[in-house]
């Protein structure tokens, strides 16, 4: 009986959706390759459920058969029908190993390999020019457009000016360490080996690799589009290679739909004759009204009863307005209940709080158990997806497509356990709007609008001073959570809530396996006032200062536009755990620093 072809390597299906999905390429020990798309994904698939996040995708991108599988599970029987995740050879120029040094006229001494096409390329190697057999590996540089386009640099069109000429070898030369591209050259043997540095293919307001030609070889070699954007050069194993584009949601159960489901049961006979509060009153003296409405105000019931009689269709909610009204509706657990399902959470009281964050921190949230599903959409190359606010979909982003027609995108679903913590809305406006605020947010805003200069086509906005401020403490609070959970920091989560429902953070581990739900963050996590404590004294102070507190966003030299007071000895962390890349982070906006002291929403602790 015939065997499967044995797998070229394997990654963890969790990685599939952020680093390695269609598009992306990857390092084997002998080759470099490309992923294919959703179409050449074979074997088995797992039907991935999450219907508020299924429904929101599909009315978002007028995709109204959409629908969620996981990535390809190995069956493990060699016997039995192909499964998983096609790949295809990438790049198709290759560098011969061999140990040759190049003296150039001004007598500098490089290091010099010699440039192979595929079509010299047999078995993993090729013949020399004394006939001798030599490994290659691939070249480290392609070319590609910010539309995720791909493909091999035309390196005789590089060279020679011309690709029609394809004749004589071209080599690499390499000075120093390698790294420095105005030390790379690609060097003509056929032209008195005439030379081109790469730097000058660097250039982004020159086509100095012309223009793309829309070519997708993760969806076929024949595929191609128009394009009207020119190549850049791109490092094959750079971090701007591939950005994933992903939402995801918690999956919670919607406070609204059982609110809804209530008014069902009574709706015919019942409340579609109120004309007013009263009537509604009147008919929750009945008995079976009584017992569908028990869990609800007269308020809430009469804006819903109100809603149907005026024909107004329910407005869908977004995805994070959902999770934070069910976090904050969470009641507090009887001393029966036992956490099952896939999500299980209960109001605790605060405990002890230190004085600067009483009427600040208004409820905790334990979550000892939730599910999240992640989605793929699409990926780009060079910048990275920046939504509006996170788990957004942007229409007017150039996504590429992750199959030509595809019917159905990627999940992952993962389990772990959290914690909430809610503030107090009416502190937060207070702060917001305090006058010793307004020149911390406006070199905020100010460098925020120079990042926007940078990126035109982007439709981010200026997020807020209360998002900066529970985005840079959630930073603090999952740093000081790993030190006693027995979680690392890179296995905690966060998803900010900042907006007319809320202010809240909800910390969460979020791992395949059951390793992620062992109790340890719910336990430590619900001592709040020590955890701030810990957080305020990791913030107030960076190993960096004076230099990290005195960073101004606005600071064209640096460049870190969307940075106040925050580096890498203090708030930026594993962005696997951040929603924003680290991006949108300032301290001072937590607690007093060197250079803005009077900024802080915590002014009182420690």
């Known amino acids: 009986m015939k065997q499967k072809v044995p797998a070229a390597g394997q990654v963890r299906r969790s990685q599939v959706l952020t680093s390695f999905g269609p598009g992306s390429m990857i390092d084997l020990p002998e080759r470099s390759v490309m992923v294919c798309g959703l179409d050449q994904w074979l074997g088995n698939r797992e039907r991935v459920y999450e219907e508020r996040l299924e429904l929101w995708l599909r009315e978002t991108l007028a995709r109204p058969d959409l629908v969620f599988y996981g990535p390809p599970i190995d069956s ?33 001494i490089y290091r010099t390999r010699p440039l192979i096409p595929a079509v010299r390329r047999t078995k993993g190697s090729y013949l020399d020019d004394d006939r001798k057999v030599r490994p290659v590996v691939p070249v480290r540089f392609v070319q590609a457009c910010e539309r995720g386009h791909i493909s091999d640099i035309d390196w005789y069109s590089f060279v020679r000016g011309r690709s029609d000429d394809n004749q004589g070898d071209l080599w690499l030369d390499e000075g120093g360490a390698g790294n420095d591209f105005s030390e790379i050259y690609v060097r003509d043997e056929k032209k008195d080996n005439f030379r081109r540095a790469l730097s000058e293919a660097t250039f982004r307001d020159k086509p100095t690799l012309g223009y793309c030609k829309g070519a997708s070889p993760w969806l076929g070699p024949r595929v191609r589009e128009d394009c009207d954007r020119h190549n850049r050069l791109l490092t094959r194993s750079a971090s701007n290679a591939y950005f994933s584009h992903t939402v995801s949601a918690i999956s919670l159960p ?125 990926f780009s190359r060079f910048e990275a997806f920046n939504p509006p606010v996170p788990d957004e979909v ?84 999952i740093t000081a959570l790993s030190l006693d959970c027995g979680y690392s920091a890179s296995a905690i989560r966060e998803r900010i809530y900042a907006d007319e429902a809320g202010y809240g953070i909800l910390l969460y581990t979020n791992t ?19 955890l701030l404590e810990r957080a305020m004294d990791l913030g107030r102070l960076c190993s960096n200062d004076p230099v990290c507190a005195q960073h101004d966003p606005a600071d064209k030299n640096e460049r870190r536009y969307l940075h106040g007071a925050a580096c890498h000895g203090c708030l930026l962390i594993a962005e696997t755990s951040c929603e924003r890349r680290n991006d949108m982070l300032d301290r001072a906006l937590i607690v007093p620093t060197v250079a803005t002291p009077d900024a802080a929403f915590f002014t009182e602790i420690g």
């Open 512 to 530: 395949p396996g059951a390793e992620g739900s062992l109790g340890g963050l719910v336990e430590v996590g619900r001592n709040v006032g020590r």
């Open 394 to 477: 942007d229409l007017t982003v150039d996504r590429a497509p992750l199959a030509e027609q595809a019917t159905w995108l990627p999940a992952v679903e993962n389990r772990g356990e959290g914690v909430f913590y809610s503030f107090s809305k009416a502190a937060m406006l207070k702060w917001e709007s305090a006058q010793r605020n307004r020149p911390r947010a406006s070199q905020l805003n100010a460098g925020f609008d120079l990042w926007k200069r940078d990126h035109p086509s982007s439709k981010a906005y200026f997020p807020g001073l209360p998002y900066i401020l529970l985005h840079s403490l959630s930073h603090l609070m």
């Open 76 to 108: 493990g029987d060699e016997t039995g029908p192909r499964s998983g995740i096609e790949v295809v050879l990438f790049p198709l120029w290759f560098l011969g190993q061999i140990d040759k040094t190049y003296t150039a006229p001004d007598g500098r």
């Open 254 to 378: 919607d406070s609204d739909k059982a609110l809804r489901d209530a008014v069902d049961r009574v709706w015919e006979d019942y409340l579609k004759y109120c004309e007013n509060e009263g009537d509604l009153r009147k008919e929750r003296r009945k008995e079976k009204v009584a017992a569908a409405l028990h869990e609800f105000g007269d308020a809430k019931v009469w804006a819903e009863v109100s809603r149907r009689l005026a024909g107004v269709d329910a407005v869908p909610k977004g995805i994070r307005r959902v999770e934070i009204e069910t976090l904050l509706a969470q009641p507090n657990a009887a001393p029966e209940d036992n956490p099952n399902g896939d999500f299980y959470a209960r109001a605790h009281p605060l405990g002890p709080l230190p004085a600067g964050a009483v009427g600040k921190v208004d409820k905790l949230v334990l979550v000892d158990r939730l599910r999240e599903v992640k989605v793929q959409m699409g």
